[in-house]
């Protein structure tokens, strides 16, 4: 078996004075993942956001 692409989905209950945190930080957590950083050049990496609110 060969890994050519991943896509992950993040779902995450946050309150909704947390959401703008949770989008900014999604847009930038795979720079500092070590799986993402030690598989990223050879394996193409997507990954997905979906945010539910807390009620």
Do not use: N
Not at 17 to 40: K, L, Y
């Amino acid at each position: 078996m060969i890994l050519k692409r991943i896509h992950v989905t993040y779902t995450l209950r946050v309150a909704d004075e947390h959401r703008a945190t949770a989008q900014r930080v999604h847009g930038f957590h795979a720079r500092f993942c070590p799986v993402a950083r030690s598989i990223g050049g050879s394996v193409a990496i997507t990954t997905e956001l979906r945010l539910e609110e807390i009620v």
